[in-house]
């Protein structure tokens, strides 16, 4: 067992304090620098005759093209959105909140009169995310208004919910029964139709399905028309594929139908900590896979938790400032294991699971809840961030799924390259803070980065995120990591679009 540095540090609750600790962490100056933020040239809103002529389809309150609004749905939430938001890359000319898939069809025919395209917004995360440059004017589609949820089928376990649905949202609304879809996103914004067009996994896919085993049916609306999309059946091909990770490309996701499963009877939760990432992933990998695996499993450095989380609990603060040692070393991270379902079976797991951790000489401790780096919209991790980009300081996220064998040694350089080409563009040192969630094949690693924004104006800016945008493409390249479709999976999806979408109303 590694000893116990009792240094403490506040637990940030303001931008001030929260500056200060990061400055524990990278050399800063004492205070956060005023706010600079570019106000880009104001937005072009549709032309008079387009508006007047999309009024005729959508309520007055369901189309919004004042400056403000244009200019905030220039970029999504994400570190990207915001240089977006800046830059000089085309805006909506205006943002559109249908209520129903009959306005959705509609305007998908209005917009193909007339050479306006679409871009489907969701939670907002990030929907420019894998798209093009647009050609021509545009309009945000954003689905919050169609977040409803029907009644729960007690027949069939099945609930329909529009696609503008939040994913907390639904787990809220079976708060009371015993029931839950399995499915649980970092972000507690992020909906059902962006977490299924961006095919994004969930972080509890080790127990409950990936998100595909929860979908039974999906409809969607493509300018060629709407449809329903099943589950596959003996003989009948997967039809959901054609909208999981289709970045909203070629239709907009409207409803979609849950299986749900029975809640876990019995929840319990360890947080072991650990020397180092090798340490930490050597004994998530002895749990993995074998009898006792958890419900989800998640490593996360000592310092994200600390420096992101104002509000711990004593035995938080306990365990952290036994791991927290100076600042200069870096390598403490935290097991976090969740374990769900029989309580007869859950205290034996989580029995025997304390047995292997202490084995691997980790610290073990019980506790209530754990902490997730949640980005919910007003968290105040996004609130953190957001004055941090203010600051002249880059904060983004990079994503790798690696298989289980080469994690440890892909992580080192992953961190290295962003770290580096960061600290080569940006002037200064640079903090990486890992967090990994376990699926069964895969770890997923995403990466948070600070450090400085490039000097200069915002387009100097851009370029410093496309180069870390290429470098993390690059690592993955080299580790043979990089999802990219076959030349003739690539022609297959091209025929498809050709089909759903002929006339490329669909920004994509
Ligand atoms: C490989 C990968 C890994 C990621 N990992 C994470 C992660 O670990 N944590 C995390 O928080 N985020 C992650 N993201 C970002 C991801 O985009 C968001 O987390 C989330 O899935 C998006 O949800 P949202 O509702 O905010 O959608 P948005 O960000 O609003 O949209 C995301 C995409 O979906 C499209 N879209 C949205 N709604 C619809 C709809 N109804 N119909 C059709 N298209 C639609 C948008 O046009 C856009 O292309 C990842 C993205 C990718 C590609």
Redesign the pocket.
Known sequence: MFSFLMTSLPAPRSFSDFWAALGNLLPLPPGPPPPTEQARVAPQPLEEPLLLSLQQLLKPEQIHYDPTTLSAYAG?RCYRGFIRRQSERPAPSAVVFPENEREIATLMQWAAQREIQL?????????Y?V?QAATSPFLAVA?ERMNHIAQLDPQTGQLHAE??TRWSAVEQALAESPLTTGQF???A???L???I??N?PGVKTLTYRPLTEALSQIRAVCPSGPFELQRPWPGIPDERSLMLGS??AW???TRVTLHLLRKPAKKKRLVASFPSWTAALAALRSVLGGEVEPTSAQIITAREVSLFNAHLSSKWKQLLRSVRGSPASSGKVCLMLEFEGHPRLVNDKKHRIEEILHAAEAQVENHKKLFRPA?APHSSRQEYLEQLWRSNMLADTF?AFIPWPQVSKFLHDWEEALTSILQATGEGQCLPLTTIYATAEHA?I?TLIIGRQAAGDVQARQFQLESIQEVAWETQQRWGVAARPSPLAARAITAAETSLDPAGVMLR
Do not use: M, V
């Open positions: 999504g871009l489907p917004w969701g939670g907002g995360e990030d929907p995310g798209k689905l696609a503008g996103f970092p972000s914004a992020t909906t139709g962006g977490s067009a961006s994004t970045h909203g239709g907009i996701i980005s994503t997923q995403n």
